[in-house]
């Protein structure tokens, strides 16, 4: 099992950065994908980023690309994700989450932090 904290999230003007960090504990997380979603109030939860195992592949949809970058560090159990130029619909609740091997759907998630962009 793996528990997943996240930290770093606040309010930011448009067009300012910030940088999540997602703090993992458990065994063997390079074993795992990591990936962050986020969920605005009234909508479906989107997936903004994911990561393998060894940090080598990293996916983003459209949405994000150029904008958004996920890293992770094994010897730190941590991911993080660069939001830069954010804008006001990057305003959501996002979430870190684990997926063993990319099997399946992902099966931990963190708590979320709430990321605010104002106009």
């Known amino acids: 099992q793996v528990q997943l904290v996240e930290s770093g999230g606040g309010l930011v003007q448009a067009g300012g950065s910030l940088r999540l960090t997602c703090q993992a504990s458990?065994?063997?997380?390079?074993?795992?994908?990591m990936a962050w979603f986020r969920q605005a109030p009234g909508k479906e939860s989107e997936i903004v980023a994911d990561?393998?195992?060894?940090?080598?592949?990293?996916n983003y949809p459209d949405s994000v690309k150029g904008r958004f970058t996920i890293s992770r560090d094994n010897a730190k159990n941590t991911v993080n994700l660069q939001m830069n130029s954010l804008q006001p619909e990057d305003t959501a609740t996002y979430y870190c989450?684990?997926?063993?091997?990319?099997?399946?759907?992902?099966?931990?998630w963190g708590q979320g932090t709430q990321v605010t962009v104002s106009s």
């Open positions: 989450a684990a997926n063993y091997y990319g099997i399946g759907p992902f099966d931990y």
């Open positions: 458990g065994r063997s997380f390079s074993d795992y994908v």
């Open positions: 990561i393998t195992g060894t940090g080598g592949r990293t």
